[in-house]
């Protein structure tokens, strides 16, 4: 049985092509497999650039591919950032460094001399951005938001 479905998934894989998405996105995956063809190069690629969780770095930094450009604004850009990552946030704003707190950074378009004062504060007001188990991401961009305004050089990339 296990020989006749190998078979049988074997020779599905050439029609696969004509149905998969033509795009996988960007990433790392996409990178690697750049120039293949194929349902199975889509679906490594694919599922390479989901578990490596680059897409989000590659696109605002329009790095891996990605394009910044887009019809997304920033405001639903950082919101659905940090819904995606609220746990991975809360543990590097804790830690005081990481790729998540960082590309949350370039999200607001904080220069990079900026960065390190960003990063400080978002430690120093980590109780209060994540005050507990069922603070919701915009209760923690609102707070964030609120002590960039009370920090003179930090105010000026929240509006």
Do not use: W
């Not at 950074?105 to 904080?110: D, E, G, K, R």
Request: charged share 15%.
């Amino acid at each position: 049985m296990k020989k006749m479905l190998a078979v049988v998934v074997l020779a599905a894989l050439p029609f696969g092509t004509a149905l998969a998405d033509q795009d996988i996105g960007c990433g790392i995956g996409t990178q690697i497999m750049k120039g293949q063809n194929g349902l199975i190069f889509r679906v490594l690629g694919a599922t390479t650039n989901a578990f490596l969780g680059n897409q989000t770095f590659g696109i605002t930094s329009g790095t891996l591919g990605c394009a910044q450009a887009g019809l997304v604004n920033s405001d639903v850009r950082r919101t659905m950032f940090a819904a995606t990552n609220v746990d991975q946030l809360s543990a590097e704003i804790a830690a005081g460094e990481g790729e998540t707190v960082t590309t949350l950074a370039a999200l607001y378009h904080v220069a990079a001399a900026d960065l390190p004062r960003f990063v400080a504060l978002a430690q120093a007001r980590h109780a209060q951005l994540f005050p507990n188990a069922d603070v919701t991401t915009g209760q923690v961009l609102a707070a964030l938001e609120t002590a960039m305004a009370e920090d003179a050089q930090l105010a000026r990339y929240v509006g």
